[in-house]
C-alpha cells in the first residue's frame, strides 16, 4: 500500500483500523500452508458459540491469543490460528425455539427434520456474527480455515470419535441418577452444574410404625416433596439408637406405602436424626444405596419437574409447589415434628440458572478414570504446563476425583448419537453410518437414538477435528499437536481436561504443550459481568469510543498474570492516553526526518552521541526484557515495559535531549546520528509494540517505511517487507547492551531531577537562569560528571555548573542529595525569600491540618475495627503521604531560615 509521507497530525482509529484489517486480509498474511522450511506454532480458538456475542472475556481471551501469534509470526514461525465456533446444542436450541414460539409454531409441531433446518438457516444468517465482531478487535484469524463443530468434516470426527471409545469400552448406556435441568428438558454433566449456598429448612417428619401406629421413626430433609418417591428409612448399623429396629416396616405418611428400615454404612448417624429417608430414583446417594439393597425405583416427577405418580393430591403440580402443599398436609395430620433453617448446597443449571432436579433416566456416559490416568501420567511427565502454575493443582485434582462423563443430551440440535435399536431383538447397533440390518439379528427396522451428544464431546475434539482427523491430512501431520491453549478458568474442566483426554486417547499426544489460564473480567466493584445485573461494557462500544488499540492495551495493562480484572469504562483512556503518545512521539521523530537538504554525508555508529548509545542499549535491554516475558506469558510485565521505555525513556528524555541536535543544520554528522539513532530505535519500538497495538503501529511503520525509502542516509536495515506484521521480531541477546551507559545515564536523570524539584519547590520559573554546584566524594564521580556537563546543563535547563570534591553549601541556596552527591542551587536574587517562606509555611499548616484529620481516624479503635480494609489502608496511604510532605516543606524552610 503507498502511504503518504507526512504522518496526520491527530491518530484517527476508525479511519486506519477498517483500513489495514482490510489490507491484511486481502495481502492473506494471516494465511498458512505447512511447510518444512519453518517451525509450526499453532493456537486453536476456543470456539465462541453460535448464538454469542462479543464481551468483555471474549476480548481478553483473543487480545491474548493475537499477541501470541503476531509476535510468533514475527519471529518466523509458521503460525496457525485456527477459528471457528461451537454449535452450541442447548443454547442455540433455545434460541431458535423462541423464534418459533413468536411465530406460534414449536419445534414439536415441526418435526425435526424441519427443526434442524430451521436451524441451519438461523445458523447462515446469525451463526458468524461474534467472528466478524472478532476482526474488529484486530484478531489475526486464519479465516479461510474456519470451522464449524457441526460441519460436515467434524460431524465426521464426532462419529469416528464415538464409535472408537464404544468399541474399546470406554462409552456405556444405563439408567442412573443424572443432573436434570427441568427448564432445559434434558441432562447435563457434573461440571456443568453450579453449585451455591441456600438458606433453607430441615424438616423433621414422623414416619410411624405399621405395627405400632403410635410409635414413630423422625427422619430430616431438605426436600419433603420427594417423600412421594421413599421406599426405605435407612440407619447406621453401628448406630445404637436403631439397631433394634432394623427390618422393621414404616408407613409412608400422606402415601400409606409400607417401607422398610434398612441398614446402610453410608448413613452419617450426626444428620438430622440419624435416620433417613431413601427415595433412589431422585437422590444419588439414595439411588447407591437403593442398588446395595435391591430397592425399587418410584418416580415422582416428570422431565419439567411436575409431580406424577401415585399421590393424587399432588399430580401435575410444580415440584416446589407440591412442597408447600404436602408440608401443610404432613401439619395437619400432626407428621410435622419441627423445622430449622438449615443453610446447605443446591446446584444450578450453569446455563438457565434453574435448580437441578437429580433423576433417574437412560442416558449415555464415558467411562472416565482410564483417561484421567492417561492425562495424570502425560502431567507428572512434563508433556503439559499451566501458566499461571498453580492451575496445575487445579486441574490434577479434577483428573484424580473424575467421576463418569454423561454425554447425552435430550434435544434435538447437535451430533445425533450414532446407535440404532433393533426393533426385532433390542440390541444396539452403534456404527458409523446407519445400518442396513441388525449386527445380531439381521432384522432390518432399527431406530437411531433420538439423544444427540454433549456439545463439549464435540469441542473435546476440537485440536484435531479442525486439523482434517480422521483423516491424515498435511495439516494434521504439521500442526498437531498444537502450542498453546488460552482459556479462562471456567473450563479448565469442561475443556481443557477432555481436550487432553480424547488427544492422548485417540492421537496418543498432548494436544498442546502450554495452558495459559488468564483471570475473569469483572465490574469496579468485583462482580462478574451479566446481562442480568446490567454491569456488562461492549467491546464493541469501547473500540468504537477510544479504538481497538487502546483497548488492547488497556486490558493487557490491566491483566496481571492470571488474576482477575476489575474494569470500568474510564480505565480506556488509560490505552488511549498511551496510543496517543506513541503517535505524537513518533510524529514529532518523522517531522524531523525530512529529507529537503540532506548532503551525501553518511554516519555510523561511531558517530553516535551518549544519548544515542543510551537510548539503543536501552532498547535491547528491552528487547531481551519483552521476549522474556513473553516466553512466560507475562503479557502485563511486557506491555509495562514497553510503556515505561516509551513514554519515559525516549519520549520524556531522548526526544528532549536530541532536540537541539535535530534543529541544529550546522552540524550534519551531529543531526544525521541522531535521525539515524531516532529511526532505528523507533522501527524497533514499533516491532515490539506491534502485537499489543496492531493497527497503530502498521499505520506509523507505513509512513516511517515511505520516509526512509527517500533518504538512505538514515536507513537501518530492512524495510522492504509490505507489513509490519510479517517483520522480524528483534532478537534478544544479537545487539550490544552498553552497560557502563546504562549505569551512567540513571544518575544524570537523577541528578536534573533534583534541580527541577528545587525549582519547582522554591517556585522558581523556567525562564529564570540557575546555577548549580555538585559536590562530590571522589574524583571518578567528578570526571563522570564532567564528561557529561553539557548534558546536565541542557536537561535541567542551567546557565553554568560546577562540579567539586566537598563542596561547601553556599549561602542562600536550596540542595537537594541524590545517593552521595550533593546539589546546590544558589537562590540569591532568585526568590523573594519571606515571601516564599510565608508560602511554605501555609503549605506546611494545611498538611498538619490534614494529617491530624486521618490521625484522627486511625487512633478511633471502633473506624479501624469496623471499616473495610481497603478504606483503613488508604487511610494509612494518606497519613504516610502527609509525612512525606511535612517533612519536605520543613526541609525546604530549614533551606530558607539557614541564612538569615
Known amino acids: 500500500m503507498k502511504m503518504e509521507t507526512e504522518i496526520p497530525t491527530k491518530y484517527n482509529p476508525k479511519e486506519i483500523e477498517d483500513k489495514w484489517y482490510r489490507y491484511w486480509e486481502e495481502g492473506n498474511f494471516f494465511h498458512c500452508e505447512p511447510g518444512p522450511d519453518k517451525k509450526p506454532y499453532t493456537i486453536v480458538i476456543p470456539p465462541p458459540n453460535v448464538t454469542g456475542v462479543l464481551h468483555m472475556g471474549h476480548a481478553l481471551n483473543n487480545i491474548l491469543q493475537d499477541i501470541l501469534i503476531r509476535w510468533r509470526r514475527m519471529q518466523g514461525f509458521n503460525t496457525l490460528w485456527m477459528p471457528g465456533t461451537d454449535h452450541a446444542g442447548i443454547a442455540t436450541q433455545n434460541v431458535v425455539e423462541r423464534k418459533l414460539a413468536k411465530k406460534g409454531t414449536n419445534r414439536h409441531e415441526l418435526g425435526r427434520e424441519k427443526f434442524i433446518e430451521e436451524v441451519w438457516k438461523w445458523k447462515k444468517e446469525y451463526g458468524s456474527e461474534i467472528l466478524k465482531q472478532l476482526r474488529k478487535l484486530g484478531s489475526s484469524c486464519d479465516w479461510e480455515r474456519e470451522r464449524f463443530t457441526m460441519d460436515e468434516g467434524l460431524s465426521k470426527a464426532v462419529k469416528e470419535a464415538f464409535v472408537k471409545l464404544y468399541e474399546k469400552g470406554f462409552i456405556y448406556k444405563g439408567k442412573y441418577i443424572t443432573n436434570w435441568c427441568p427448564r432445559c428438558l434434558t441432562a447435563i454433566s457434573d461440571d456443568e452444574v453450579e453449585h451455591e ?141 419441627k423445622v430449622e433453617p438449615h443453610s446447605h448446597s443446591v446446584g444450578h443449571c450453569y446455563r438457565c440458572r434453574t435448580v437441578i432436579e437429580p433423576y433417574l433416566s437412560d442416558q449415555w456416559f464415558v467411562k472416565m478414570k482410564p483417561l484421567a490416568e492417561a492425562a495424570i501420567k502425560a502431567q507428572k511427565s512434563g508433556n503439559l504446563s499451566f501458566y499461571p502454575e498453580r492451575w496445575t493443582k487445579v486441574y490434577m485434582s479434577w483428573l484424580e476425583n473424575v467421576r463418569d462423563w454423561c454425554i447425552s443430551r435430550q434435544i434435538w440440535w447437535g451430533h445425533r448419537i450414532p446407535a440404532w435399536q433393533c426393533e426385532s431383538c433390542d440390541e444396539i447397533n452403534i456404527t458409523r453410518e446407519a445400518p442396513e440390518k441388525c449386527s445380531k439379528c439381521g432384522h432390518d427396522t432399527l431406530i437411531q437414538e433420538t439423544d444427540v451428544l454433549d456439545t463439549w464431546f464435540s469441542s473435546a475434539l476440537w485440536p484435531f477435528s479442525t486439523m482434517g482427523w480422521p483423516e491424515e491430512t498435511e495439516e494434521l501431520k504439521y500442526y498437531y499437536p498444537t502450542s498453546t491453549l488460552v482459556t479462562d478458568r471456567g473450563i479448565i474442566y469442561f475443556w481443557v481436561a477432555r481436550m487432553v ?141 514497553l510503556y515505561e521505555f516509551i513514554w519515559n525513556d525516549f519520549c520524556d528524555w531522548y526526544l528532549e535531549i536530541i532536540k537541539p541536535r535535530l534543529y541544529n543544520t550546522d552540524n550534519t554528522v551531529s543531526r544525521m546520528a541522531a535521525q539515524k539513532a531516532l529511526v532505528y530505535v523507533l522501527n524497533d519500538t514499533l516491532h515490539l509494540l506491534h502485537p499489543f497495538a496492531p493497527f497503530m503501529t502498521e499505520e506509523i511503520w507505513q509512513h516511517l517505511k515511505s520516509m526512509v525509502a527517500q533518504n538512505s542516509a538514515i536507513s537501518v536495515g530492512s524495510m522492504k517487507n509490505e507489513s509490519l506484521m510479517i517483520c522480524q521480531w528483534p532478537k534478544k541477546g544479537a545487539a550490544k547492551i552498553d552497560k557502563n551507559v546504562l549505569e551512567t545515564m540513571p544518575l544524570l536523570q537523577d541528578l536534573v531531577r533534583a534541580v527541577r524539584n528545587i525549582r519547582s519547590n522554591m517556585n522558581i520559573p523556567n525562564k529564570k537562569s540557575l546555577n548549580a554546584l555538585i559536590s562530590v566524594r571522589d574524583n571518578e564521580v567528578k570526571t563522570r560528571l564532567d564528561n557529561h556537563q553539557n548534558f546536565i546543563i541542557q536537561m535541567a535547563n542551567l546557565d553554568g555548573m560546577e562540579t567539586g570534591i566537598d563542596l561547601e553549601k553556599p549561602e542562600s541556596s536550596a540542595s537537594e542529595v541524590v545517593n552521595d552527591i550533593q546539589i546546590f542551587v544558589p537562590l540569591k536574587g532568585l526568590i523573594d525569600k519571606d515571601a516564599e517562606k510565608e508560602k511554605q509555611q501555609e503549605h506546611l499548616n494545611k498538611a498538619n491540618v490534614h494529617l491530624e484529620i486521618v490521625r484522627k481516624k486511625l487512633f478511633n479503635e471502633n473506624f479501624v475495627k469496623n471499616a473495610p480494609a481497603h478504606i483503613v489502608n488508604a487511610e494509612r496511604d494518606k497519613e504516610a503521604e502527609l509525612l512525606g510532605q511535612i517533612i519536605k516543606i520543613k526541609s525546604i524552610l530549614q533551606d530558607l531560615d539557614k541564612d538569615d
Open 501 to 641: 483426554m480424547m488427544g492422548l486417547e485417540i492421537r496418543n499426544q498432548v494436544p498442546f504443550s502450554n495452558v495459559y489460564v488468564h483471570g475473569t473480567i469483572l465490574d469496579d466493584l468485583g462482580r462478574k459481568m451479566s446481562k442480568s445485573l446490567g454491569n456488562g461494557i461492549d467491546p464493541l462500544l469501547m473500540i468504537d469510543q477510544y479504538g481497538a488499540d487502546a483497548v488492547r492495551t488497556s486490558i493487557i495493562m490491566l491483566t496481571v498474570e492470571g488474576q482477575d480484572v476489575k474494569l470500568n469504562e474510564n480505565r480506556f483512556e488509560m490505552g488511549r492516553n498511551f496510543i496517543n503518545k506513541v503517535w505524537n512521539a513518533a510524529r514529532f521523530a518523522m517531522m524531523n526526518l525530512e529529507p529537503d537538504g540532506f548532503s551525501d554525508t553518511q554516519v555510523t555508529e561511531d558517530d553516535y552521541h551518549f544519548e544515542d548509545i543510551w537510548i539503543i542499549s536501552r532498547l535491547h535491554s528491552v528487547t531481551e526484557i519483552c521476549t522474556n516475558y513473553l516466553e512466560n506469558y507475562r503479557f502485563n510485565e511486557t506491555i509495562r515495559a
Open 197 to 337: 449456598d441456600h438458606e433453607g429448612y430441615l424438616w423433621y417428619i414422623r414416619y410411624p410404625f405399621r405395627d405400632a401406629p403410635h410409635l414413630f421413626v423422625n427422619i430430616a430433609t431438605t426436600r419433603p416433596e420427594t417423600l412421594l418417591g421413599d421406599v426405605a428409612v435407612a440407619v447406621n448399623p453401628e448406630d445404637e439408637r436403631y439397631k433394634d429396629m432394623i427390618g422393621e416396616m414404616l408407613v409412608l405418611p400422606v402415601v400409606g406405602r409400607e417401607i422398610p428400615i434398612i441398614a446402610d454404612e453410608a448413613v452419617d448417624p450426626k444428620f438430622g436424626t440419624g435416620a433417613v429417608k431413601v427415595t433412589p430414583a431422585h437422590d444419588p446417594n439414595d439411588f447407591e444405596i437403593g442398588r446395595r439393597h435391591n430397592l425399587d425405583h418410584v418416580i415422582i416427577m416428570n422431565e419439567d419437574g411436575s409431580i406424577r405418580g401415585d399421590a393424587d393430591n399432588y399430580i401435575g403440580m410444580d415440584r416446589y409447589e407440591c412442597r408447600e402443599a404436602l408440608v401443610e398436609e404432613l401439619k395437619q395430620e400432626k407428621h410435622i415434628v
